[in-house]
């Protein structure tokens, strides 16, 4: 796929969608600049396809913990108290401990990403991301030889988590990576979109981004990063394992039980927008598929 060096979201959206984002980001700067100070050019990872609106990526969401429709999250997720935020780190590293976001995140480089994210149910977007490499914060807190992969948790507060409320869903949502491909640097922490803070729908303060992968790996609103040596139980592995895998790469020649994964439909395409076809790493086969080198990608789904 094409990559251009130095792609931010303005140079691929219309100068008409851009310059009424530039008003709003101007107001938005004052008030969230903190997460995304210092921030540096991506070079060479994003793609120069055009971002979906803003509007899209923050009203079309998935985020159980705020209801199962599609519109829930972006109403119900606006009770969500993220300031203070604190994030554990445990396991098998040189320090652990209770770190708060900006401790976390300080001396880490926040940078534009615009990856494509693609949803195991088959619809598409692309998303202009702010983060920080999560290599980055790994190295901060030193990984401990030994350690095969990281566990990521979301908060648990049914009192504003309606969602988390009873139900049969098993919460807290959790997710993981091998330690590969946490390190890879494609896989971000993401902390705003469009140059502000994260809207809460979409994870905030802090959420996982993995654009290889189907984006329920993509885990919201992050309070425990776990280095381990076993392979962590995710959430919709448990709760169905035979349709949703550990590793849930991108991949049309896999399909899921239930629906072709060979095409997608991008959101934002309009009643006659079609759809297109799905590639295998989600199009960031040039990057990754390396780490996958002697793996059966049926088998390893
Ligand atoms: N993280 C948590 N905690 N809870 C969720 O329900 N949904 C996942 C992922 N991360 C989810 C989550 C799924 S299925 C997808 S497709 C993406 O978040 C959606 O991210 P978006 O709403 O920013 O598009």
Redesign the pocket.
Known sequence: MPFKPDQRWSDVTPRSQFMNRRQIMAGAALLGGSLLGGRAMAAGYSTDEPPNTLEE??S??????FGYSKEE?AEKAQGLTIDPWSVEIAGMVDKPGNYGLADLISGLTIEERIYR?R???AWS?V?PWQGFELSGLLAKVGVQSGAKFVAFE??FRPEEMPGQDGGTFPY??V?GLRLDEAMHPLTIMATGIYDQPLPK???APL??VVPWK????????IVKITLTDVMPPT??NILAANEYGFYANVNPGVDHPRWSQASERPIGGGLFGGRKDTVLFNGYGDQVANLYAGQDLRVDF
């Not at 079309?60 to 913990?65: H, P």
């Open positions: 990526i923050s079309y969401n998935n985020y159980y913990e999250p994210f949803c195991v149910e977007m998303v979301t908060l807290p949502y997710e729908q979409n994870g959420r996982l189907y984006g329920f790996k993509s885990i919201k609103a959430t919709w």
